[in-house]
């Protein structure tokens, strides 16, 4: 009798099927005994692990052959599935997605960095594409509530530890590919092959998958798309489906005009920057994709919210210069943010962003080379150390273009400094954390997470 699935043996209870994969930082099989001694009736590990007083279900990937019977097990799931992957714009899109759907009429919810949202609560799993047992859990939990529509975040880790799995997904979407997490991903290469496992092996055969076309990447994702056997949908300036012929940035948003089976129509979108104007299209390709109204699809796009921590509005300055919080904490979403926020800038553009620790050290010198040569003045501050010395990441910033680059550690301050140095027609941007709530620093046993809001503490500052 299963009674339920776990991968961490310290969530084993009486009747749960143990998956024991091999990690990164440790060797799950080495748990299996003391799975077994709680109670597990069977274990999905390689042939050549060693299980004794349970069933041992063998196979050469048991990531994704633990995926499959979970999958059987967390029935029913919402009837609707769709799934983003991409370097940039997951979150954006997924929640954008959500939004729509609820506007058509449909019992939403979306599961990502920010949780798993419905319409009435957010409640974080901690990851962006949450492990395999709490992302069915979840999804079940969902069409218990009656959700009948879900959008996800595919994340590279997620997708190269197979975390979604076994499930009908309609549709994918492919955002865009660019410099991150080359401390896990061997080269770009590596990176591009994990993320077109959603189009390879998650997104059912038929299925649609959404690409943004005007990406160095997006043709080669059109090709993975074709030879998974899935329809190709693409949006943006090169796109076959959405085509985007012209965006005209307005005070509070921007116009879009675009063309849909072989018509011109024209729109209004309540956000800013042509980021968000592409994760809107991508959302409306994977809502139009699977099924919905084309009409009241991009009528709705007329009315989303904004995305908390993606150009959030967060404040204006005694001397009356906006001040925006981005979740930008890569090279290219910090080139994007910048771009986003200069057509509404006549003075100077001032950004304080840091990069993480424990976190793809490449992508430290490109971040400060794009600061240094986009911005009018960059901050260089702290943005979660983890186990690494905040000044010595600083540093690494620095070696890509000290220019116009100045050094303030605690991010409190360096904030404050980037409003201080505000005038009435300047902008400060505070990339990085977004909607995040906490700053982490150390690893393992010895990690604290202190209060922190990019947000709130930018109110503060302002007042
Ligand atoms: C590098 C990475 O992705 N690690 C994640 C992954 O680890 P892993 O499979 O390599 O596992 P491991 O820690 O080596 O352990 C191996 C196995 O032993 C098990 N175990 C371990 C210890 C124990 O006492 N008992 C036990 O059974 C573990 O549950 C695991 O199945 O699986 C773990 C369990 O689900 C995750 O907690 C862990 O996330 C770590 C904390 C993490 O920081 N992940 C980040 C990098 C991440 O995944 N980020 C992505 C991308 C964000 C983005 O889009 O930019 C995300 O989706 O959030
Ligand atoms: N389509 C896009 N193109 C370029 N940059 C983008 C795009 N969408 C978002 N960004 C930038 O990336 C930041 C993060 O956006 P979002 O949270 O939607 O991405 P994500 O892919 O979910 O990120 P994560 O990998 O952390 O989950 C934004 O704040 C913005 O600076
Ligand atoms: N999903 C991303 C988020 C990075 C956010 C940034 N504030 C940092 O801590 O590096 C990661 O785990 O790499
Ligand atoms: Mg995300």
Redesign the pocket.
């Known amino acids: 009798q299963v009674t339920g699935f776990a991968i961490d043996n310290r969530k084993v209870a009486p009747g749960t099927v143990f998956g024991a994969f091999q990690g990164s930082a440790v060797n799950g099989e080495d748990f299996i005994p003391a799975a077994i001694a709680a109670g597990a009736v069977a274990v999905v590990a390689r042939a050549e692990a060693q299980v004794d007083g349970a069933i041992h279900i063998a196979d050469a990937n048991p990531r994704r052959a633990f995926a499959q019977l979970a999958a059987g097990f967390y029935q029913p799931v919402p009837a609707t599935l769709v799934a983003v992957t991409g370097t940039n714009g997951k979150t954006s899109t997924v929640e954008m997605v959500r939004q729509i759907w609820r506007m058509l009429g449909e019992r939403s919810a979306s599961i990502g960095?920010l949780g798993v949202t419905t319409s009435d609560e957010s409640v974080s799993t901690g990851l962006?594409t949450p492990d395999i047992v709490t992302f069915l859990a979840n999804m079940h939990g969902l069409a218990r509530e009656g959700v009948t529509h879900v959008a996800y975040e595919a994340?590279s880790h997620g997708l190269s530890q197979y975390r979604n799995e076994g499930l009908r997904v309609q549709a994918g979407a492919f955002t865009n590919l660019s410099r991150?997490?080359l401390d896990y991903h061997k080269d770009m290469e590596d990176y591009f092959a994990a993320k077109m496992r959603l189009f390879g092996e998650v997104v059912e055969k038929d299925g649609a998958a959404v690409i943004w076309a005007d990406d160095e990447w997006s043709s080669r994702a059109v090709e993975r798309a074709r030879s998974g056997g899935l329809r190709p949908f693409t949006v943006g300036m090169g796109g076959e489906a959405i085509r985007l012929l012209a965006r005209t940035p307005t005070q509070l948003g921007q116009v879009l005009e675009l063309e849909w089976q072989g018509q011109a129509r024209k729109l209004t979108l309540p956000l800013i920057g042509a980021y968000q104007a592409a994760n809107a299209l991508v959302a409306a390709g994977l809502v139009i994709a699977t099924g919905s109204d084309a009409d009241k699809t991009f009528d709705a796009l007329t009315r989303l919210q904004p995305v908390r921590g993606r150009l959030e509005r967060a404040a204006i300055a005694r001397s009356g210069a906006p001040i925006y919080v981005d979740?930008a904490?890569t090279p290219d979403a910090l080139e994007a943010a910048i771009a986003a926020l200069r057509p509404h800038c006549r003075g100077r553009l001032i950004v304080a962003f840091g990069?993480?620790g424990d976190?793809d050290q490449g992508k430290r010198p490109e971040m400060g080379r794009i600061a240094a040569e986009q911005a009018d003045l960059g901050i260089v501050t702290d943005?979660?150390p983890r186990s690494e010395d905040p000044a010595a990441i600083r540093a690494m910033i620095f070696a890509g273009g000290a220019g116009k680059l100045r050094d303030v550690g605690d991010r409190r301050a360096a904030i404050a400094a980037a409003i201080a140095e505000a005038g009435a027609q300047d902008i400060v941007l505070i990339a990085?954390?977004g909607h995040?709530q906490g700053q982490?620093i150390g690893s393992g046993a010895d990690t604290r997470v202190l209060p922190f809001d990019d947000v709130s503490v930018a109110r503060e500052c302002a007042a």
């Open positions: 960095t962006t994340s991150d997490h979740y904490h990069a993480g976190r943005d979660n990085g954390k995040e982490i």
